[in-house]
């Protein structure tokens, strides 16, 4: 289940410091770009109930990967109403917009 409060919604509070707040369909690029730079979303974490993620699967991001990934061209596609309107904090809503999934 994704989310920072694992419960499905891409919401945020005080306790999450990563502003999970950007819900995306991951690549095998993008899996590969976040693991490179020191967060494996591809490995199981059975100990935290985390099965991996691949290619297809919808994941909670953090907006600042989110747009680190944007800026390095590899930012997956996003499932623009399941982002917390937050993520406008940090990002433009143009950039969502045009990695939208149709």
């Known amino acids: 289940m994704t989310g920072f409060y694992r419960d499905g919604f891409c919401r945020t509070g005080s306790d999450d410091h990563g502003l999970h707040t950007v819900c995306a369909e991951v690549t095998d690029s993008f899996l590969e770009y976040s693991r490179l730079r020191g967060n494996d979303l591809i490995t199981p974490r059975p100990?935290?109930?985390?099965?991996?993620?691949?290619?297809?699967?919808?994941?909670?991001?953090?907006?600042?990967?989110?747009?680190?990934?944007?800026?390095?061209?590899?930012a997956p596609s996003v499932i623009l109403a399941a982002c917390q309107i937050s993520a406008l904090e940090f990002v433009d809503l143009a950039d969502l917009q045009a990695h939208a999934l149709k």
């Open 47 to 74: 100990e935290h109930g985390f099965p991996g993620l691949k290619a297809g699967d919808r994941w909670c991001l953090c907006v600042e990967r989110w747009r680190e990934s944007l800026a390095d061209g590899c």
